[in-house]
């Protein structure tokens, strides 16, 4: 599913993952990429319950494009790096790098959104235990990014 911007992704994602849904937030194809894109993908045989639910909350998907072929494949907001004693994860724009020994946040970069200076003070230099958890404080495309990598970065 595409939707008219990000905050409409992130509102869908949640009201449909309450719902137990299996779905997966991804970076849209190149080939109906637009700028700074999220995309729903689903299986296809549960899109009408799916428009359903969402549009109980007043939630209307732009377009259904159908993955099947080989152009069109959403693209994985994920990448890993592992730098020796540092791995940094990130999840579209947004990239956060811990210490192996002691899993302390040792840089939060990336993005323009205007909370990026914010959430990174409040990180960096915590284990990822004792930081807060960046979708609690972040406020924008940018916060959600970087709380899809910090729940990357725990699985590490």
Request: proline share 7%.
């Amino acid at each position: 599913m595409v939707f008219e911007n990000t905050s409409e992704v992130i509102r869908a994602e949640k009201i449909l993952k309450k719902t137990g849904r299996s779905i997966s937030v991804m970076g849209p194809p190149p080939e109906i990429r637009t700028g700074c894109d999220l995309v729903i993908e689903f299986p296809l045989i549960e899109e009408l319950e799916l428009k359903r639910e969402l549009s109980k909350s007043n939630i209307f998907p732009a377009q259904t494009v159908p993955v099947g072929s080989g152009l069109l494949q959403p693209v994985s907001l994920f990448h890993t790096k592992d730098f020796g004693d540092f791995i940094m994860v990130r999840a579209a724009n947004m990239k956060i790098t811990i210490s192996k020994k002691d899993r302390r946040i040792v840089n939060i970069s990336g993005g323009g959104c205007p909370d990026v200076p914010y959430l990174a003070e409040k990180m960096t230099g915590k284990t990822l235990e004792e930081s807060p958890n960046p979708g609690d404080i972040g406020h924008t495309l940018c916060g959600y990014a970087l709380q899809l990598a910090y729940e990357e970065i725990l699985k590490k």
